[in-house]
């Protein structure tokens, strides 16, 4: 069981780039979200998805897209990178019910110069 | 609007030191969520607790303990004893109790446990 897959672990983009950040759980969870953490900060919502095919604007979209074509995957793009999206990128899944629980991924540290 | 505050940026203490850690949380939600996570220094979100707003009990793992009163909107974090690998950001986190349940983050208390 492998949980909440992030890919790559680490990324350097050059301005105006843009690249694809990889999120994958196998515990069949409908719930995903994407999260940015800045140096000396605590997390901030990017997007979140509450199923296949459904997701919304969470604090910061800004800069970012999302899609949900399947369960599993939760992939987040980066349109024209800039420095303000150097940040490391947590994507993390969770359970339903009353006693939820949340499982991250490992992060994935992007800087773009 | 929901908020959860640390007011403590950094502490620092010697082993074997008690140590606490607050968090004072704001939310109109009659059903809401309290959670403690812990990032090591390598990076990684570990999962410390979650109490449900409904449950008051206070709550002992270890050395680990959890102060939850609703009458002041806090649920501090206590570690007895405190030890090296104890060293990390410990973040408290709220979720609302609708649909979506994203959670709102305090920006963290940096803890150094010096030998």
């Known amino acids: 069981n492998a949980g909440v897959t992030q890919t790559p672990k680490f990324r350097i983009l050059k301005i105006g780039q843009s690249m694809t950040l990889q999120c994958t759980q196998d515990m069949n969870h409908n719930y995903m979200y994407w999260y940015r953490q800045d140096p000396g900060m605590g997390l901030k919502l990017i997007y979140y998805?509450?199923?296949?095919?459904?997701?919304d604007k969470g604090e910061v979209p800004n800069g970012y897209n999302v899609s949900r074509s399947t369960t599993e995957d939760f992939p987040l793009r980066l349109e024209l990178a800039a420095p303000s999206q150097t940040s490391v990128y947590f994507c993390?899944?969770?359970?339903?019910?009353?006693?939820?629980?949340?499982?991250f991924g490992s992060g994935t540290r992007l800087t773009v110069v | 609007a929901q908020k959860v505050t640390q007011a403590q940026t950094e502490i620092s203490v010697v082993e074997k030191e008690d140590v606490t850690l607050d968090c004072v949380y704001e939310?109109?939600?009659?059903?809401?969520?309290l959670f403690w996570y812990k990032q090591p220094p390598s990076g990684e979100l570990v999962f410390l607790i979650r109490?449900?707003?409904?449950d008051e009990q206070n709550e002992i793992s270890g050395r680990y303990s959890w102060n939850f009163q609703k009458s002041t909107s806090s649920f501090n974090f206590t570690i007895t004893a405190s030890q090296v690998v104890d060293s990390a950001v410990y973040f408290c986190a709220l979720s609302g109790g609708g649909n979506n349940r994203k959670l709102i983050w305090g920006l963290g208390t940096s803890l150094a446990v010096n030998p």
């Open positions: 939310t109109r939600d009659t059903t809401y969520y």
């Open positions: 109490r449900n707003s409904f």
């Open positions: 993390a899944s969770r359970t339903q019910g009353v006693n939820y629980g949340y499982t």
């Open positions: 998805s509450v199923g296949a095919g459904i997701t």
